[in-house]
C-alpha cells in the first residue's frame, strides 16, 4: 500500500533517502523520545531549544525580571507538553485493553493518504521540512485526527474520547479528510515530493 508520511523535522534526512526500507517500530519515535527526555519536572525554553528542570527555569524567571507574558509564555510550553504527555499515555492504556497488535503510537510513525495530504500541509504550515511516498509492508490502523482525544479534556473524558480513536466508526473514516495510519513494520522510501 502507497501512503505519505511528514516529517516536520530533518533530522533523519539520512535515513530517508529514496529506495531506503527502514524498519519502523523496534524503539521509541521521535514524539515519544521528546517526552521521555522531558519528565514531568523539565519545561521546554524556546530560548535555547531545549528542556530544562522547571524548578530552576522558574526561578530564573522571576530572578531575571521576566515579564507576566514571558512567564505565560514558559508556563504554556510545561502544561501542553503535560497535557501531550497525558494524552498519549492513555491512548496507549486503552490501545493495550482494546488490542495489544494494534500499532503503538510511541514506536510507530504517522503516515496518511492522498485525499487527506491537504489537510496535513495545512496542519504542519511551517514546521513541514519534507513529504514522502513510501510503500508499507506490516501492521498498519487507520484512524482520524478528529477521534483524538482533546489534550485539555478531563482524564475521564479522554479515556472516553480514545475508545473511539482506537475503534472509529468506519463510515465516519470513509469521508474523512484528515486521516492518519498508525504503522509499524518495513517501509520503502519511493519518492521524495518536496
Known sequence: MELYHIHSH???DDLYKVGNTITIGESYNS????FMDSGATKIFNP?????VDFQDEAKKMFMYGLTPQEIYNNLCYFLNDVRMNSRE???????????????????CIWLTDEESLDFWKKSFKNRLDSIYKVEVDGNLFTSSESLLPNPT??????YE??????QPDQEYLKNAKDKEYLFTGELKILKKIK
Not at 161 to 166: D, E, H, L, P, T
Open 47 to 51: 530560548n535555547i531549544n531545549d528542556y
Open 89 to 107: 499515555f492513555i491512548l496507549e492504556q486503552i490501545r493495550l485493553t482494546i488490542d495489544k497488535e494494534l500499532p503503538s503510537r510511541y514506536k
Open 153 to 158: 479534556a478531563l482524564h475521564k473524558e479522554m
Open 10 to 12: 530533518n533530522s533523519y
Open 31 to 34: 514524539m515519544t523520545q521528546k
Open 161 to 166: 474520547q480514545a475508545y473511539k480513536y482506537w
